[in-house]
């Protein structure tokens, strides 16, 4: 069985820097993706970054340049640090993995990661 657990959400202010951890179990894909979305109230997911199996990074436009993903060696962990933090970046942050054999460069589409934790809330005060 597949889980996905995200944490380090909660309260930080404008400017500052966020770091969500996600840990994985009982995942044994060879070619996959991984990412973190988020998602607000009353709208779908927004992509905010993807890592592919073979180390292909891509980021959404409104986090690009201020994100970071990265993943231990093991599957294990996967991460997202993300800087100069807005308002705009309150959500609800979910880390997902792909349920097919993908491989390449990922794509920030939901529909293609089948694997969900719960999510963690990260909320930007101005």
């Known amino acids: 069985q597949v889980q996905l657990k995200e944490s380090g959400g909660g309260s930080v202010q404008s400017g500052g820097v966020l770091r969500l951890s996600c840990a994985i179990s009982?995942?044994?894909?060879?070619?996959?993706?991984m990412g973190w979305f988020r998602r607000v109230p009353g709208n779908g997911r927004e992509g905010v970054a993807a890592i592919g199996s073979h180390g292909g990074t891509t980021y959404g436009d409104s986090v690009k340049g201020r994100a970071t993903i990265s993943q231990d060696s093991g599957k294990n962990m996967l991460y997202l640090e993300l800087n100069s933090l807005k308002p705009e970046d309150t959500a609800m942050y979910f880390c997902g993995a792909t349920h097919l054999e993908l491989g390449g460069r990922p794509v920030l589409v939901p529909e293609y990661f089948g694997y969900w934790g719960q999510g963690t809330q990260v909320t930007v005060s101005s």
């Open positions: 009982g995942y044994t894909a060879s070619n996959y993706w």
